[in-house]
């Protein structure tokens, strides 16, 4: 049974910065395409980033450098670091997982996933 469980979201100004962590479990965590997608109520859903199992990342066009993805297979945690955070990065962040070879690893895989947490709320003012 697959559970991910994300928690670090809050309010913060704009230039600030936030670290979201995912805390995943009942799966292969180390095998798994992970990543996060954002969403604002009434607006399509949007990849953030992704990891693969080999470590490699992927970010959305928006990200312009201010996000990092990355995760500690030990804690079987994902985390995404947040920094010089804009209002327009105000929404609720999800954690997703996918049992999909690297290569295949992507944005877009993230945006189906199957697997995904409750959320936590981003708030930049």
């Known amino acids: 049974h697959v559970q991910l469980v994300e928690s670090g979201g809050g309010s913060v100004q704009a230039g600030g910065s936030l670290r979201l962590s995912c805390a995943a479990s009942?799966?292969?965590?180390?095998?798994?395409?992970m990543g996060w997608f954002r969403q604002v109520p009434g607006e399509v859903r949007e990849a953030v980033a992704h990891?693969?199992?080999?470590?490699?990342?992927g970010y959305g066009d928006f990200v312009k450098g201010r996000f990092t993805i990355s995760k500690d297979t030990t804690k079987t945690t994902l985390y995404l670091q947040m920094n010089n955070l804009e209002p327009e990065d105000t929404a609720m962040y999800y954690c997703?997982?996918?049992?999909?070879?690297?290569?295949?690893?992507?944005?877009?895989?993230?945006?189906?996933?199957?697997?995904w947490g409750p959320g936590t709320q981003v708030t930049v003012s």
């Open positions: 997703a997982a996918e049992d999909t070879p690297f290569f295949r690893c992507a944005l877009n895989v993230i945006l189906t996933a199957p697997y």
């Open positions: 009942g799966y292969t965590y180390s095998s798994y395409c």
């Open positions: 990891i693969d199992s080999r470590g490699n990342t």
